[in-house]
């Protein structure tokens, strides 16, 4: 079995964020961590590989410091890893990040595809949804568990207050919830194996089937019209009442806003 991991570096929120000019944010001067939901993923993959000896190839695109998060994966099992990077990527939204990942994969053999469910710089849950579309493979999203059946996975769907049991035959694409599992540690010995391991490097000419009108900022149909690193609250109201009144104001100033 061959499965195929999507990652991506986003930043580390604690630490700020910053943004360009054109309303993009500014990755190289951020703090950065791997992706929550595409580290599940990752461990789903790798547990997968225990079981059943599967390989495991993971990709990103970024800016060429997200070879880091490539070897951070490599360090917990993965076997191969593939940076996609080129500056006419650069600002590329949902639609053209899928167009470019799914690019990439057309050069590789897979059974299984898994990406998280959303990256937390941009909370749209698309892109793997959209790379399963580009490639013609069906996707069962939200998963909190996977089983492998022969030729099929057998996937538990979160679904509001229920889950689905659905059965689809491989190839297919997988988005993972964080709560799919609990990750593991990177070991010291695969942080030694993953810093000596190659990453390979694809660029523009590395996509296969692609239109450079589908790539990078260019490319993008969504348009920031604003960005802000933090939105300031005004001051806000004070009063002094009594217990009685203070109860009757909020309560009125509760049907004022139609919260109650």
């Not at 000596?196 to 450079?212: F, H, P, Q, Y």
């Amino acid at each position: 079995m061959k499965i195929v991991v999507c990652i991506k570096q986003v930043p580390d929120t604690k630490g700020g964020v910053k943004f360009n000019p054109d309303g993009t944010l500014d990755r190289a001067a951020m703090l950065t961590i791997m992706n929550p939901d595409d580290k599940a993923g990752l461990e789903a993959a790798l547990r997968l590989k225990e079981q059943y000896g599967a390989e495991v190839t993971v990709v990103t695109m970024g800016l060429p410091k997200a070879e880091e998060v490539l070897r951070e994966a490599m360090a917990m099992g993965a076997d191969k890893g593939i940076l996609v990077t080129d500056r006419v990527l650069g600002g590329a939204d949902t639609w053209a990040t899928s167009t470019t990942i799914a690019g990439a994969i057309r050069n590789l053999e897979y059974d299984l595809i898994i990406t998280g469910r959303q990256a937390i710089d941009g909370d749209t849950a698309q892109v793997g949804p959209q790379i399963s579309e580009h490639l013609g493979i069906p996707v069962i999203s939200y998963a909190q568990d996977i089983k492998i059946d022969g030729d099929y996975v057998i996937v538990n769907r979160q679904f509001e207050d229920r889950h689905h049991m659905l059965k689809v035959k491989m190839p297919c694409l997988i988005t993972a919830l964080s709560e799919l599992n609990v990750p593991r540690y990177m070991t010291p010995g695969g942080i030694f194996d993953a810093y000596d391991a190659e990453i390979t490097v694809w660029g523009r000419k590395d996509l296969k089937d692609v239109d450079d009108s589908d790539l990078g900022l260019a490319g993008s149909p969504t348009k920031i019209a604003k960005a802000s690193d933090k939105v300031r609250k005004g001051a806000g109201e004070k009063v002094a009442l009594e217990t009685d009144e203070a109860v009757d104001y909020i309560m009125n100033k509760l049907l004022e806003k139609h919260v109650i």
